[in-house]
């Protein structure tokens, strides 16, 4: 064994808590190195050598690494602990505190000394069942809006605001698209920010306690929120606390009194006077945004003026959770503080990051509850729109995001495949490296959206791509949303309708296990399970031009004496635990296994 590959620490991600008296404990190791992996575990107060074995089970494959975990259950929720790892090679490893060695004693112990105290606070429950839909709720229709010298908005009467879209809408045109929305079966409504803002995209706010005038008023919102709660629907909406826009009250006191200002400790000035051209001179979202000063939230009257807006929000409306954006650039105590405080007024409420890169710093269960789940959505781009990455690569790099995060983590990750940040999806697949005749882009949009809709986490559908919308990168991404039945793709708005009330059918594709099945490199294909006591439901991809027929196995840990297709390819053989499948290109199937026995 490659025993310098061997890795465990006692803390998240490699040991969480999913119970009062249970923990799950990961340990990895170089790839097809170790044959069995053991956990010898007592109370941590009993004399070394007591104890228990539990067998951990291979539960992910990177390219470099295996990953093996298991549930320990202590009746006095304190552990003592050590791995003993045996090699294919016939080796064997004690693993502990002290590192990895021939002699128990030398490698010494891990603790959990108290499961309670190390227990992570989960998401809401309603997060296993959600299916998000994001709305960028812009009202006009043509472009950005004139600025008159006073500095307020008008149209053109080509720019007239619409009242049927989400990007050329309002709240009362939300408000009457609520039918359509149930109707496709979304059950969780993500509003980019629809504060008071100068601009289209509403991320430079200029007053955190009003609606924008052109969206509504504070009863549009209320309309809109308690109709959704009536058709069982949950509303999230967007705060920006890294930055406030210029006409922020306190930024419009600092550019006014300069270091005579109360407020001036509220942002990061280099130097006075306070100018914003010909360079800011003051810090600022991204790169020389004079209009987005960033504020400083470890100000103690910062902190507090946010805190109050978060939860003003949530009493006044009843909204149901909080989209944070740039979350990666605020304090990590600022996020711990708005936790607290949104929990204790109701535990149900959902805390998702805007975070482009690993977050376990911020998924920790002292933070958010999930993230925006760009780094997943980097691998979706890579498999199924441009093709650059194979079925084998899509694997490793799928688990090894995985393996980033806790159980619950995982479950409340809005799982995205585009959003107002990024180019459409169905444009992405343009660029594909196969099929320069025929490169099928709606086939493969359909086999993401599959995906997406039977993984792990919230599934997030960017408002239009369930009737085939396209777009490049901001702001082509943000075009209106496409209402006229003429110009939809009633294929794909159908696709997504049957495999959101198919996920909805079937416990076991919300909430169960993952279990990577097989990878067919030279196919472009693979398979998994979502597992749970007494579901299992096998997915399988056909990511190429062609007609493929694979022959399988049983998922691991399974005898399958029967499979029932329940959507997708219907061909398949299947006999005493094994069996193939035919799938046409770019096509899926999903089945039912029936068990004889787990």
Known sequence: MQRESIYHINDIPYLFTIGKHEVKIRIRAKRGDVRHCALLHSDRYKSPGNGEAVKLELTATTELHDYFEGVVYSATKRLRYQFLLTGFDGSQAWCGEYGVSDN???AGYFHCASVLAAYEVGPPTWVRNAIVYQIFPERFANGNPAINPAGVRSWTSSEEPKSDSFYGGDLQGLFDKLPYLHDLGVNVLYLTPIFESPSHHKYDTSDYYSI????????DIRRVVDKAHALNMKVVLDAVFNHSGDRFFAFQDVMKNGADS???????????????SPEPSYESFGILSPSMPKLNTSHPEVVQYMLDVAKYWISEIGIDGWRLDVANEIDHSFWRRLRQEVKAIDRELLLVGEIMHQSGP????DQFDGVMNYLLRDVLIGFFAEQRITARAFAEQLEAIRMHYTDSANS??????GSHDTERFLTACARSVWGWQDKQEIARLKLAALFQLTYTGMPMIYYGDEVGMTGGEDPACRKPMVWEEEKQNKSIHSHYKQLIALRKEHPAL???GFQMWFVEEADNALGYVRVLPDQRIGIVLNNSPNERTLKLDAPKGSEAHKVVPVFGSQAWEWSNGQGKCTLPPYGASIVLFSLKAY
């Open 510 to 512: 919300r909430e169960g």
């Open 212 to 219: 924008d005038s052109h969206f509504g008023q504070l009863a």
């Open 412 to 417: 409340a990750m809005f799982n995205l495949i």
């Open 104 to 106: 128990r004693q030398a």
């Open 262 to 276: 109360k407020y001036k400790d509220w942002f990061f000035i280099d130097r006075y006077p306070v100018v914003q």
């Open 362 to 365: 911020w998924l920790r269960g």
